[in-house]
């Protein structure tokens, strides 16, 4: 198998994902940017106002990363979601399923892909908040790894549900009873700190409690949990989703019959 | 070397349907090849194991002799596929469906756009190249597959009713840049419900009914088969009774319509003749059916007798 058969196969995914986004951009970036924006006129100037300070920020600041990473979060897995099981259900992964490329390059084309639309919006949300608040970024590097390793993370669970999925109904019921309430419960709006001991244990079992505070230390410098558990929890998670994702489509689960 | 070899292949899928029951067959490189069946045969399954769209339950596929089962890479670049139901994304534009599809074989940009050019040029798409695929009609769409299969130009074609719901210019046309193509070297497994293309194209032929190969030979050995024609005979004028010709079987299909079935050896001035005895005038005569549907049916029907119709 050449390289360049792997390589100009990748690009051609990556293209199309992106015209993708491009083509249908009301539906992919404006959105999720009108979205944030109310959350930083509601919860941010509105609400936050009354509320005072949270770990040493205004919370408006406090909750800018949260609601960064939070739309990286539903924009990577929605885009994977929606991409893969509409050229499932259109039946135009048969035109990838029957060429030469391996499972692998695949994979890596779809989840650039996803990652693409869920930085694009990130990126969007960011630019958003700069209208309201002032931002000091503390830790680029951190911040920008976090971001992206929680984007493939989710693109990868994105195949999973798309993989399995056999109707539209499927693609919803992860991301509303499942991703939601995780993301509400990860720190978004607030330091698990406030939290009774109880459900702050609670808390330490929820994986996008560690994105969310560890893109907050990248951004702000403070957070719930130590960046080395935000990193571990990543890079398992990603692992993990990484080669369930690869067994899956080798062995053609929802796919080949 | 041959094109696709095909040895005991076997498919169970989950529900417990057996849809191939241990076939084996060879194609040769060069071969306009006719697959034909009745609906559920199992056709289009054996055309998913090839294309790597199906998973074998045993048996072995090769196409070019590399196993489709443990060389899936190398032998998906010899194939180009044109499947029965449309799998293109219809918010997309012809000219983006093929350039992409060579970009999945690793057929860079440049070359793949000027191939894109050459194969919409060919198949009268160029000027719709541009527009969103979802508002071409039927035909068009079923050329636009054409000429994404041929952009990794594959030596195996394979076309699974390809002409489904296409009129007969197009069709013409459709098989006009096919047979070319087969000209050039590449070899064509075609499977078809218009035994007349099959007939008129392939030169070997399979059918296959309920998972297994029925018959498998060279079309003119199979046409040769044929020992008896049926011939729909239009009157002048109406008649009473059925007339009776020595070694014929002739039935009335209403009183201005005779149909005659004769053997190959006895001539058809025979029958004139005797008609014209016994008073009756032919207007014009055409075949009851083509000789290979006849043939097709005829061994479809002796092996699954309770069957009321095929193809």
């Known amino acids: ?257 | 070397m041959y094109a696709l070899e095909v040895n005991d292949l076997r498919k169970t899928y989950s529900n417990g349907v057996e849809a191939l029951k241990g076939i084996s067959l060879q194609v040769e490189t060069g071969d306009f090849f006719a697959l034909l069946g009745p609906n559920g045969a199992g056709k289009s399954t054996l055309i998913g194991i090839i294309s790597s769209l199906v998973n074998a339950s045993s048996g072995e596929v090769k196409v070019f002799d590399t196993s489709v089962q443990h060389q899936r890479s190398l032998a998906m670049s010899h194939i180009g596929l044109v499947p029965q139901e449309l799998n293109f994304n219809q918010f997309e534009k012809p000219i983006e469906i093929v350039v992409n599809q060579a970009g999945y074989y690793g057929i860079p940009r440049p070359v793949a756009i000027e191939r894109a050019e050459k194969y919409l040029r060919q198949l009268n798409l160029w000027d719709k190249a541009e527009k969103i695929s979802r508002t071409l009609s039927g035909g068009m769409k079923r050329r636009l597959m054409i000429a994404r299969a041929m952009m990794n130009e594959p030596r195996l074609l394979i076309l699974d009713e390809p002409t489904a719901g296409v009129d007969i210019e197009i069709r013409r046309s459709m098989w006009e840049f096919i047979k070319e193509i087969n000209a050039q070297g590449t070899t064509v497994i075609l499977t078809t419900h218009y035994l007349e293309e099959a007939e008129s194209l392939c030169r070997n032929i399979a059918i296959i009914d309920h998972g297994e190969i029925i018959k498998n030979t060279d079309m003119r050995s199979l046409l040769a088969t044929l020992d008896v024609e049926t011939f729909v005979l239009d009157l002048r004028e109406s008649i009473e009774h059925c007339p009776s010709v020595e070694g014929m079987d002739i039935v009335v299909r209403d009183d201005r319509t005779l149909e005659a079935s004769l053997p190959k050896q006895r001539s058809l001035n025979n029958l004139f003749a005797e008609l014209e005895r016994q008073g009756i005038h032919v207007l014009s005569m055409r075949n009851k059916a083509n000789r290979l549907e006849e043939l097709f049916m005829g061994l479809v029907d002796k092996a699954q007798p309770s069957r009321e119709t095929a193809a």
């Open chain 1, 1 to 257: 198998m050449s390289n360049n058969l792997l390589w100009v196969g990748y690009v051609t995914i990556v293209r199309k994902e992106i015209t993708r986004i491009l083509r249908i951009w009301g539906q992919t970036i404006v959105p999720p940017a009108i979205t944030m924006t109310l959350y930083f006129i509601i919860f941010g100037e509105l609400i936050g106002r009354r509320i005072g300070e949270m770990g040493g920020f205004t919370y408006m600041q406090y909750i800018v990363p949260g609601l960064i990473i939070m739309s990286v979060i539903t924009n990577s897995y929605g885009n994977m979601v929606s991409s893969f099981f509409g050229a499932k259900f259109g039946k135009h992964i048969e035109e990838l399923l029957i060429s030469p490329l391996p499972n692998w390059v695949i994979l890596a084309g779809y989840v650039t892909g996803a990652v693409a639309r869920g930085l694009m919006v990130g990126t969007v949300v960011m630019a958003v908040s700069l209208f309201f608040t002032p931002i000091e970024v503390q830790h680029p590097l951190i911040m920008f790894t976090v971001l992206l390793l929680t984007a493939v993370v989710f693109a990868l669970a994105g195949m999973v549900n798309a993989i399995f999925a056999q109707k539209f109904d499927d693609i919803a019921i992860i991301p509303t009873f499942v991703l939601a309430p995780l993301t509400y419960l990860g720190g978004v709006f607030y330091s698990i700190s406030l939290l009774p001991e109880f459900w702050q244990k609670v808390s330490v079992a929820n994986p996008i409690l560690y994105m969310v505070n560890g893109f907050r230390y990248g951004m702000l410098g403070v957070s719930d949990v130590s960046l080395a558990m935000t990193y571990g929890v990543i890079l398992v998670a990603g692992g993990i989703l990484f080669f369930a994702c690869l067994y899956l489509l080798n062995r053609g689960t929802g796919l080949r019959s």
